[in-house]
């Protein structure tokens, strides 16, 4: 009887909330279908609500239909999907009412959309914002996340943003309007994600929205051993005034099951993990039962042990307790206690409760007149380029061809078109952009005349129109600012371009000539510049034969110094009498490590390092003999050089050159006091040496050679500070048939590891390429491969990337450089570093290109702390022996091109 007096109610609620809500037509609804063809809009039949496809909210995505069984046991929304395959970020653009407070729900089923029954793992941003990280784990069961957000632009954009864990998609997005009645009030303008909201005392196990609440909140039944339900099917006044809760839900509540109960307790987790954050507490109560007059129902409420409210005696009617100031709660175990009073006769009572954790939204919006104006040029030039979400942030996503000022709210500084296919004449929202500092429309087909409006920007620096079909004449506020200094202006190869002035009498004049001037002047750069390298050569050889015995240039084999061809001849088997003696009975320690112990000796009046093997190291005679095996045929001057061997029966020894200026990390760390910090121009070439020496063992080498072991305390600083691979007893050859890779067990050192290799034992090249992408990380930042944080432990490159959002080198870059360094060289090493340490080899560079790169890089460095090419040629020639005439060469012709671009520049600065 008890149960069908229920179901009579929920029947009747059901019937009176519909009539109520078709009057309100859904107003404030946006219901979205992700991935619904265009044309097929809906009316979900459970609810009622109003679906329609998302195809006029967003420009790219593929859509998708879930599998046929999960399509049948969930709502109509969900049958549907869309897929981003392409791009990192994905954005639908949703025009809103700014300052009216949302609900707005993203709702996900994966549903093995794709047949590999593989949910993925993604980021969905709102604005320029992390909203969460959706992380999937049942392809059957549906998700959501909501939040409570007031926009300050009559636009939002969500986006889904691809964090290399599997493709983004989404199911549906709907925004309700919640701004009734001044509820959810809050102690600021803060936005909220909805934690929970539960209906307590259900006897349906139904979750309620839409059309039992008329804001199609989620209401999700909540049981608990502990707790009986009580409800009253037969009140008939209205139970919800200002939060206009649905009478389904309010006419249920939950007690204590022990009638003389003093608390009823409920427990809850934040979202997050971390140490503390802060919520809002919203708390519906009405009383469900007729009391007698002797009866009584009064309690405290408490969060984690602190009063809430006091003295609370539900009526017959909904109330709600709240506090606009937010509570500080932990992520596991947080408690709500309902406490009885002990003036009450009945044990307390809740019928519903709201959780919202407050989110930092802290990331301002790029300022809506720009992104109005960039919105409009992107649609008048349909510009291919994946433009979504905001044009500026964050940083991690900023539109290609744009720069921002992020001086309080983004504006937008640059704008580069150029090769971008534009046709038509250049538009006037190009004028909205009033911080525009830097516009490059060239080598496109634009036509018309040259707009007035450009000389009307205040902050425009430079204006780049060159090579386009412009006509008729250039605005005299253009070429007035040109020849003021104030603008650069580049007009040319615009052939029906009219102007009086001498600039543009400059651009028309005979192109043989201008080339010819061109010619000449390269020339005689050049001629000169030829010079300065004769003259570097010649002095470079007669400073170093100064300096260096008769015999110092007799090499041996391609890349042997003097120190490496007298070693060479020393290379052969010692017996354990003579490694003694060499080390005089051992008797001084230079390291320790897994291998055993290296001691200090002197052969022939040459130092060296003898690297004695332990009797408790397993692997080690393996890889003794792997190390002799290789180092006895590979020679190069940026690896350690073995000198010889010892094996007598236990007496296990390898014998290299020494290195006085010990490991790369001591330097780094700062882990002794004989270190010496570094400047930048020491670290590109440490990096570079290092380089060259693994880029060697993978293609100067019969059959190529894999290290397995690249990290810092492998590379070694001789006196001179020239790094050195050291170390190859984890070494492996590819197999002489020309395989790709070879398969083997997992070795290295965590934090140099290639994933790849550690899920596959696949061993490539590119597995060394990721172990030195971390290195020459550590080089940049002088922070160790695995950095401690709040959260635990962090891998150095995570680290970066997450520095690398603020846009600025000087958060990455060791600060005890204090700032000395040319920023251009340092965010190239950071650009060749991160590739290095893609999660996928196929898109890490070759030990080749590294090489090349770096060279680049101590090129732009030198050619800072010399001001120019010409004192830094000169003074290379009295630099240190390590400067060889294949650098000479190299910064030769790297400042070659920069003055043959500086003379263009001068020649033809129109273009």
Known sequence: MRMLMHLLFVMLGVVTSGLLVQTQFQSGFISIDCGLPEGKDYTEKSTGINYISDTNFIDSGVSKMVSSEDKITHQQQFSYLRSFPNGMRNCYKISVTSGTKYLIRASFLYGNYDGLNEPPQFDIHLGSNLWDTVKLTNASQSSYRELMHTPTLNYVHICLVNTGNGIPFISAIEFRNMDFNNVYKTSGATTLARLAGLDFGSFTNLTYRYMDDFHDRLWEPYSNDQWAQLHNPINNDLPSRDYELPISVIWTAATPRNANGVSLDFYFDALNETTQQQCYFYLHFAEVQKLAPNETREFNITLNGEDFYNLLRPGHFVNTIFDPSPYNVFYKNNNISLVKTEASTLPPIINALEIYQVKDFSQLETQQDDVDAITNIKKVYRVTQNWQGDPCAPVAYMWEGLNCNF????????????????????????????????????????????????????????????????????????????????????????????????????????????????????????????????????????????????????????????????????????????????????????????????????????????????????????????????????????????????????????????????????????????????????????????????????????????????????????????????????????????????????????????????????????????????????????????????????????????????????????????????????WRAVEIAMASVSNKSSKRPYMTDIVTELKECLAMELARKHNSCETMTMSLATESESSSLASSIMMFFWCLNKERNKAKTILNPSG
């Open 407 to 826: 001086n309080g709210t983004p504006r937008i500084t640059s704008l580069n078109l150029s090769s971008s296919g534009l046709t038509g004449q250049i538009v006037s929202y190009i004028s909205k952009l009033t911080d525009l500092e830097s516009l490059d429309l060239s080598n496109n087909s634009l036509n018309g005349e040259i707009p007035d409006f450009l000389a009307d920007l205040p902050s425009l620096r430079v204006l780049n129109l060159h090579n386009n079909n412009l006509t008729g004449q250039v605005p005299n506020a253009l070429i007035q600012r040109s020849s003021e200094g104030a603008l650069l202006l580049r007009l040319g190869q615009n052939p029906n371009l009219l102007c009086e002035s001498a600039l543009c009498d400059q651009q028309t004049k005979d192109k043989s000539k201008k080339n010819n001037r061109v010619i000449y002047v390269l020339a005689s750069i050049s001629a000169i510049l030829v010079l300065l390298l004769l003259v570097l050569a010649t002095v470079n050889i007669i400073y170093i034969k100064k300096r260096k015995p008769k015999n110092y240039f007799k090499v041996h084999k391609e890349f042997s110094d003097q120190t490496g061809s007298q070693l060479e001849s020393k290379r052969r088997r010692y017996s354990f009498n003579e490694v003694s003696n060499m080390t005089n009975n051992f008797e001084r320690v230079l390291g320790r490590g897994g291998f055993g112990t290296v001691y200090y000796g002197i052969i022939d009046d040459i130092q060296v390092a003898v690297k004695m093997l332990s009797q408790s190291s397993v692997q080690g005679y393996q890889q003794f003999l792997a190390e002799v095996n290789i180092l006895m045929r590979v020679h190069h001057r940026n690896l350690t050089s073995l000198i010889g061997y010892c094996n007598e029966e236990t007496n296990i020894a390898l014998i290299y050159e020494y290195m006085e200026n010990g490991n790369l990390e001591e330097h780094l760390l700062e882990k002794n006091s004989r270190t010496r910090l570094f400047n930048w121009e020491e670290r590109l070439t440490i990096a570079m040496d290092a380089a060259q020496g693994l880029e060697y063992l993978h293609n100067g080498c019969k059959p190529p050679i894999i290290h397995r072991d690249v990290k810092c305390t492998n590379i070694l600083l001789n006196e001179n500070f020239q790094a050195k691979m050291s170390d190859l007893g984890l070494s492996r050859s590819f197999p002489v048939d020309g395989g790709t890779h070879v398969t083997t067990v997992i070795a290295g050192t965590p934090g140099y590891l290639d994933p790849e290799y550690q899920v596959s034992n696949r061993l490539t090249e590119k597995s060394d390429v990721y172990s030195f992408g971390v290195v020459l990380l550590e080089i940049i930042t002088g922070k160790p491969a695995i950095l401690k944080a709040v959260e635990g432990k962090i891998h150095i490159s995570e680290w970066v990337k997450s520095m690398l959002a603020k846009g600025d080198v000087k958060c990455i870059v060791d600060t005890r450089l204090q700032g000395d360094f040319e920023s251009s060289s340092v």
